[in-house]
């Protein structure tokens, strides 16, 4: 980071986040609700979908989050896991990886670049942990810029898919 990057401290996750984590969310859907992308997180506010407090609280227990602090205070998390979700219907890695489950930034924090810092960090622990292979997905809609942000940050597209009528890409990096 250049000396006008704010100081970014992230540190381990635990159920205790699971409240920003869903504050993160929430905001994030009004954010690209109010900039007319209604397709990628739906309009229900993530705290209030089916299933979506629970899969933040198991997100919290079952995986490796990571929540990145500005001024101690929450404003991005990541949740790294051994693997894509049972929702995401792609083929097998083949090999040991570590995949990127949620990356999420508070919004009023908009390009001080939190979702890149935790995303360095999750290329960290990857190596860290011995392995290779870094892979997220994505909503591939709209203009493709959240395909752009995560190439920007070293991934490559790899393989798409669709869930539902819903365009996804998954995108992986290399890290050894």
């Known amino acids: 980071m250049d000396d006008t ?16 984590m869903l504050d993160m969310l929430d905001s994030a859907i009004v954010w690209m609700n109010e ?13 209030q979908k089916p299933g979506g407090v629970a899969r933040v609280q198991r997100y919290t227990t079952e995986h490796a989050p990571y929540i990145a602090e500005l001024g101690g205070a929450p404003a991005g998390a990541l949740v790294l896991g051994s693997g ?9 890695a083949g090999e040991p990886e570590r995949y990127v489950r949620l990356l999420v930034s508070d919004r009023r924090h908009a390009g001080l670049g939190i979702g ?11 190596r860290r942990a011995g392995v290779d292979l870094l892979r997220v997905d994505c909503w591939a809609g709209g203009g493709g810029e959240l395909v752009a942000f995560y190439e920007r940050n070293g991934f490559t597209p790899v393989d798409r898919f669709l869930h539902g009528s819903w365009p996804g890409q998954v995108l992986a990096r290399r890290v050894g």
Request: zero cysteines; proline letters at 14%.
């Open 35 to 47: 900039r007319g992308n209604t397709e990628q997180w739906g309009t229900t506010p993530y705290s």
């Open 84 to 92: 894509p979700s049972s929702e995401v219907a792609i083929a097998p």
């Open 5 to 20: 990057s704010p100081d970014i401290r992230i540190r381990p996750g635990g159920p205790a986040d699971a409240p920003a």
């Open 116 to 126: 890149a810092a935790l995303l360095a960090h999750a290329v960290e622990e990857t």
